[in-house]
């Protein structure tokens, strides 16, 4: 087969939302071109509107600032705002696209967002999308990337008085739009979605009682870039509330006016983090209460999250949607209360309560323009707009070159959009001419200045990080005390510190004060301290010349109710890193050649579709799997719900696999040993029957290795041939569909061995497995009474049409409480399941000849257990692998060079684990473009005289890194070293030396820490 033509290095990734800044920056990682445009004058999309994040309850602006800042400043990304894409001719390889660029009026060079238009036209500004609806002069938020306002001329009434007002000269009144082409490999549309705007339900009253606000408006009220600064004060009267009150699906799951059917996703979990944020900022201060219709909280560790909110912070959860919401009046006037009417979820009876505030929690729907340019670039869409992709090739659409990732994809939240994104990316770099792996970073970087010679000039930066800092402790007055220290020549707040205005702001000073030290009060080091190293390298200082102060994590977050000891501590925590950060020395990394083989361990659908899409791109891939055959559970399966043939697709996908040149696989594999560090890994394999040791040297990792299908000791399941498990039940309708069809009565239960206390999450795959066998089973007999018993029906996104057609078929559902489940006892051939009717009240008994319990997933915890003490990687309390950020690295593990993906990391469809492989892939294709490795310096180091040769450092290292040397002493291999400080802690000589922490450093801080106390 000859193989295409491919002539660009080049992709564009049409949406600057967080899914294509993701898929851009894993392009540009991995040295190829970008340009990223968005119609907007700003990226960020609907991320950067949030206030926090879920689960980890996150400042969302300090979790995406990072992204915002390093697309911002990557080589390898062309940014252009305000650009749309008018048209698309060509091929995968070969299209050129037509780019329209809208007039900013202003020259984003020059302009320094000093906020002057603001103050001269405030009428003309919006900083608060969503409850400010003002314009012409649009930046969206505080720090957005370009960092620059724009004008809307028309709306402009004194365009000579604009110009003088701006002190940089940057307006420009004959901007124009710009057209021009481009030539590109493949197109990644990113272009996600509109949040619905309820104002066409009357009866919720939104827009007319001001008391009733959507989700995202609740969140702008809680920012502190909001319109109250970030307090909670309702609307009408700027009082606080007493009582709120949230009401899913609005717009969503509903055959209202203008609603949709599908479930948006995100929306359950939107609501919990904006009540528990609510309650743990207030405590009983404010009552909270949310109506749903089903608790979708299916991602990793979200039931966890669920039973937080209601058993820890006591949040209410009310079973019903209400069908409209009143004004509360007295004496013919308003009193700003709501008044909620609804039937109560336990005994029906009518319940009447009122609220200060009422959410209403609204879901996604494809934008009509969106919808038009998806039709213009020729792509399939589904019937409600949204893109149309393979079920086994989740991010491509039906063109090929064209890509989708995120909420234009199906509705998702934050984790699934960066999956795809880094999935879009690996497959549009197929498309290009091949990689490139000389890069520009190095080169571009300023000479490193030698500070050996100079006195002490340190500069302090503090980030008031809205709520997370600035809203606990007082920064002006930690830059004021941290400026009487001796050394420090500037001491001065940044705002967010991350944000690209603060971090340009950093490297300005550093030049002009000529500061050979930085300090930094900010938020984490292990999440934030590499962007700190880089903005002071591109500054002309080492990178090891900075001390982070965690003035976040360890202060504000755990004191936030103790504001003056808070700031008390903050004082000692800043004057303690001014004291060690005057021992920092320059310090060097290492520099080796990359090793550019992978490592898969799991030979599942995940491990094969991770090994053939590095294979393809012409990495040698080495593929473990620990038992006789390729395929795990997936192979098992029968048809989707979508209907897609699932054996057909795992018979293709194992015989590519093994036929293909650039994969090893090695079957009855076991990993028994591993060492050294990203990019020069060795792992120990014993293979076989006669377990032969073979070692394997790799650059990188994929962990893949599956999950284990449920089989509890519940409701007779072994005891009963009318007990089944649902991948039994698939199974039967298959092969013996006369079987099914003699059948009098079918019984589901939901939830059996998840969402309980030793397999506390949910395995996300249950309610689609028990909707599709309900489906089959009506094909089978029409007439066949089916009963799905459920805790909560999870058919997330468009799974609902699913649920939806199961409801309109005449098969039933009810609902069941933990703390009252079902009971199945045997009846000869039959089971007899007994359950509390929630409508009738009472206990309900039916026969059924089949039992189907709906299992899911359990983690493989001994394989999990065993695999991170090899590769030193952490797990969760649940048995799955633990990834380094559940929002911003959703397939990197802790341990660098190394990424999970499929039901090693959470139970998930076969598409979505296909999907995790394919964005695993892509990221280890960003870490394998270059030739070389840069090693941390933090790591050992011995002084050869005065080491005693005494082996306690040997004995004591956990990796087995030292050795005696021929000369006679302790020897570290800085690139085996992982830099954990033991052996330095253990030698009695002293003789060793933790780079970055040593121990003129650590005393520094416990002096700067006594000065006080003395």
């Not at 420009?172 to 272009?191: N, R």
Request: proline fraction near 5%; aromatic fraction near 6%.
């Amino acid at each position: 087969m000859q193989e295409k033509k491919r002539t660009s290095n080049k992709v564009l990734v049409v949406g600057g939302g967080i899914g294509g800044i993701k898929a851009s920056l894993d392009l540009a990682e991995a040295n190829r071109e970008v340009v990223l445009i968005d119609k907007a004058f700003s990226i960020g999309g609907i991320s950067i509107q949030l206030d926090r994040t879920f689960p980890t309850n996150n400042c969302d602006f300090c979790t995406l600032s990072p992204h915002l800042a390093e697309s911002g400043r990557q080589l390898h990304i062309d940014l252009m705002t305000a650009t749309q894409l008018t048209n698309l001719e060509g091929e995968a390889g070969r299209f050129k696209a037509t780019l329209t660029t809208a007039p900013r009026y202003i020259d984003t060079e020059k302009c320094t967002a000093c906020g002057e238009c603001y103050r001269k036209f405030p009428e003309c500004v919006r900083f608060t999308p969503g409850l400010d609806h003002r314009a012409p002069t649009c930046m969206r938020y505080p720090k957005t990337t370009p960092d620059a306002f724009s004008i809307d001329m028309e709306k402009c009434t004194n365009k000579d008085e604009l110009v003088k007002v701006c002190p940089a000269g940057a307006i420009i009144l004959d901007d124009g739009p710009k057209t021009q082409e481009i030539e590109v490999g493949s197109v990644i549309l990113a272009l996600g979605a509109e949040v619905y705007v309820p104002s066409d339900l009357g009866g919720y009253g939104y827009g007319i009682y001001p008391n009733v606000v959507t989700n995202l408006e609740y969140e702008r009220i809680l920012s502190a870039f909001g319109p109250t600064k970030g307090e909670l004060l309702r609307p009408s009267d700027g009082k606080k509330p007493q009582k709120i009150a949230w009401i899913q699906c609005i717009g969503s799951r509903g055959m209202q006016k203008n609603a949709v059917p599908y479930c948006s996703s995100a929306c359950c979990m939107y609501a919990l983090k904006e009540a528990i944020v609510t309650k743990e900022r207030f405590q009983n201060d404010i009552e909270t209460t949310i109506f749903y219709m089903d608790m979708r909280t299916f991602g990793k560790d979200y039931e966890l999250y669920l039973q937080r909110a209601k058993n820890d912070l006591g949040i209410r959860l009310v079973r019903c949607r209400p069908h409209s919401l009143q004004p509360v009046e007295e004496e013919c006037q308003y009193t700003g209360e709501i008044e909620i009417r609804y039937l109560s979820d336990t005994d029906s009876k009518l319940v009447v309560e009122n609220y200060d505030l009422v959410v209403l929690t609204t879901g996604f729907r494809i934008a009509p323009e969106v919808k038009e340019l998806g039709q213009q670039l020729g792509i399939d869409l589904n019937e409600y707009g949204y893109a149309q992709t393979g079920g086994f090739d989740p991010v491509a659409t039906s063109r090929p070159g064209i890509y989708v990732c995120g909420i234009f994809q199906s509705p998702k939240d934050i984790p699934g959009t960066l999956v795809e994104a880094s999935a879009a990316s690996l497959k549009a770099a197929g498309d290009l001419t091949p990689l490139r792996t000389t890069s520009d970073w190095q080169a571009e970087l300023p000479p490193e200045r030698d500070v050996s010679g100079e006195s002490l000039k340190i500069g302090v930066f503090v980030c008031d990080c809205g709520f997370n800092i600035g809203s606990v402790v007082d920064v002006n007055e930690i830059v004021q005390q941290a400026a009487k220290l001796s050394d420090v020549v500037v001491s001065e707040v940044i705002g967010q510190g991350c944000s690209r205005e603060s971090l340009e702001r950093i490297q300005q000073v550093i030049k002009d004060k000529g500061l050979n030290r930085v300090v930094v009060g900010a938020c984490s080091p292990r999440t934030h301290e590499p962007i700190f190293q880089d903005t002071i390298r591109k500054a002309g200082l080492n990178k090891y010349l900075v001390e982070i102060v965690n003035l976040r994590d360890q202060d504000t977050w755990v004191h936030a109710d103790r504001p003056k000891d808070a700031t008390q501590k903050a004082h000692e925590l800043m004057r303690m890193g001014v004291s060690a950060v005057r021992f920092s020395r320059p310090l060097q990394e290492y520099t080796l050649p990359m090793n550019k083989d992978v490592l898969v361990v799991g030979g599942g659908v995940s491990g094969m579709t991770a090994a053939l899409s590095l294979a393809d791109m012409g990495y040698k891939v080495h593929l473990v799997e620990r038992s006789a055959e390729l395929g795990g559970v997936a192979k098992t399966l029968r048809k989707t719900i979508e209907g897609d043939d699932v054996r057909a697709f795992m018979s293709d996908l194992i015989k590519r696999t093994e036929q293909h040149r650039g994969i090893q696989v090695l079957k009855q594999a076991t990993v028994v040993d591993h060492s050294g560090v990203a990019g020069m890994f060795k792992t120990g394999i014993q293979v076989g029957p006669e377990k032969a040791y073979k070692e394997i040297e790799h650059g990188v990792g994929i962990l893949a290795t599956g999950a284990i299908p449920n089989r509890p000791k519940e409701y007779l399941l072994g005891q009963s041939k009318a007990v089944v498990t649902q991948l039994d039940l698939q199974d039967v309708l298959a092969e013996t569909p006369e079987v099914a069809k003699s059948w009098r009565n079918v019984v589901m239960i939901q939830c059996v061995g998840s969402r309980v206390p030793e397999n506390p999450n949910c395995s996300r795959i249950c309610c689609q497995a028990a909707v599709k066998n309900a489906l089959r089973l009506r094909e089978l007999n029409p007439e066949l009474p089916i009963m799905i018993l459920y805790r909560d029906m999870r058919t997330y996104g468009f799974h609902e049409d699913y649920y939806r057609k199961a409801r309109e078929q005449g098969v039933l559902f009810a609902t069941y409480k933990l703390e009252d489940k079902p009971v199945a006892t045997p009846d000869g051939d039959q089971v007899t399941v007994v359950f509390t009717d929630p409508i009738l009240g009472q206990k309900v008994q039916v026969k059924a000849d089949c039992l189907a319990l709906s299992t899911g997933f359990m983690a493989d915890k001994e394989t999990t257990t065993s695999l991170g003490r090899i590769f030193n990687l952490p797990g969760t309390s649940d048995g799955y692998f633990l990834e380094e950020h559940v929002k911003l690295r959703p397939i990197d593990l802790p341990n660098p060079g190394f990424f999970v993906a499929g039901t090693a990391h959470s139970p998930k469809l076969v598409c979505e684990s296909i999907a995790q492989a394919q964005a695993a892939a892509g990221r280890a294709m960003t870490f394998l473009a270059g030739d070389t490795i840069n090693l941390p310096a933090a790591v050992a180091q011995v002084d050869g005289e005065i080491c005693a040769a005494c082996l306690i450092c040997v004995r004591a290292c956990p990796f087995d890194v030292p050795f005696i040397n021929d000369k006679g002493y302790s020897e570290i291999d800085p690139a085996k070293c992982h830099g954990c400080g033991v052996c330095a802690a253990e030698c009695p000589a002293k003789a060793i030396q933790l780079m970055q922490f040593e121990d003129d450093q650590i005393a520094a801080k416990l002096d700067g820490l006594l000065e006080r106390m003395c």
